[in-house]
């Protein structure tokens, strides 16, 4: 027995409102796979000239002395970000969409983002304040949320330090706007101070002679303003005075050591010495009398 198979109907006898639709189907499948991969193409190459835009900005300003260093890397991001922008716009025209229609819909995307990413936009308005006020600068040493050490980076959403031990600190920059900022090394000047105690027998006058005297020869010691020598307490087995001197910012923790250093080998030359600590005095442990008690007499 034969088998029968199943035979469709040809194209030519389909009726006529069939084969314009199939016309149209087929010619909108071949131009919506053809603008899909245009539009993969697209993405890929903005992706890749925004990176490329990105370094190349960033050599480019790198080597500029007219741009402020925190500036640096938020204009090279921002360059990327507006390639970026600029290839999503040519992706969506590609599909057909309008202008005024992606407008509306960013609107709309943005004004929801911003209510659900309330605290993430509050750190990127302090991160434009930061960079507007400029309570400190990229490679300033700062003190900020219980951190001490040098900036490098000022971001929209946080601030990356690193201290001095070689920690890395990234701190949301709500934190940092809304807290107190403490910068080391904006001035070009600080004042050290520092106690020197010796033994309460030494004559004041010439304590201080010695130290004022020492730091007089310390070059790194600026002499406007004058470095003092304070009696700052009178103990029962020393005297306590505060130095207080002034140094350049630049090279503050090695001169503060040695100017101590220098202070210490000027009071041994002078022969001050230091207080003698007193040891208490030793009390014997007490134990009863060997006398018996003498009874008591009672009244008649």
């Not at 370094?55 to 360059?79: C, M």
């Not at 980076?153 to 990234?170: A, H, K, M, N, P």
């Not at 020197?196 to 010691?221: F, H, M, N, P, S």
Request: charged fraction near 20%.
């Amino acid at each position: 027995m034969a088998l029968h198979t199943p035979s469709f109907p040809a194209v030519a006898a389909m009726p006529g409102d069939v084969k314009d639709a199939l016309t149209a189907l087929t010619v909108m499948m071949v131009n919506g796979v053809w603008n899909f991969l245009i539009a993969i193409l697209t993405l890929i190459a903005g992706w890749l000239v925004a990176r490329w835009v990105g370094r190349w900005v960033q050599e480019l300003i790198g080597r500029s002395h007219y741009v402020d260093d925190t500036l640096k890397p938020l204009i090279a991001n921002f360059a990327g970000y507006v390639i970026l922008a600029v290839t999503v716009v040519a992706v969506l025209s590609q599909f057909g969409v309008q202008t005024t229609s992606l407008i509306a819909l960013l609107g709309a995307a943005g004004l929801a983002v911003g209510l659900a990413l309330q605290g993430t936009l509050s750190n990127v308005a302090s991160g434009v304040l930061l960079l507007i006020l400029r309570p400190f600068r990229v490679y300033e040493k700062i003190k900020v949320a219980d951190a001490l050490g040098t900036v490098r980076e000022i971001g929209l959403f946080r601030t990356d330090i690193v201290t001095d031990d070689g920690t890395y600190v990234s701190i949301p920059n709500t934190t940092i706007f809304s807290g107190a900022i403490v910068n080391v090394s904006r001035e070009s000047r600080r004042r050290t101070n520092f106690t020197v105690e010796v033994d309460r027998t030494e004559d004041i006058d010439a304590v201080q002679k010695a130290i004022l005297e020492c730091l007089g020869r310390e070059t790194r010691v600026l002499k406007v303003p004058a470095p003092i020598v304070e009696v700052d307490g009178l103990g029962p087995i020393s005297t306590t005075l505060t130095v207080r001197v002034w140094v350049e910012n630049h090279d503050f923790v090695a001169t503060l050591s040695d100017v101590k250093k220098r202070v210490r080998q000027a009071l041994q030359s002078a022969d001050i010495n230091a207080p003698v600590p007193v040891a208490p005095p030793a009390v014997a442990p007490w134990t009863p009398s060997a006398e018996p008690a003498r009874e008591s007499k009672k009244p008649n």
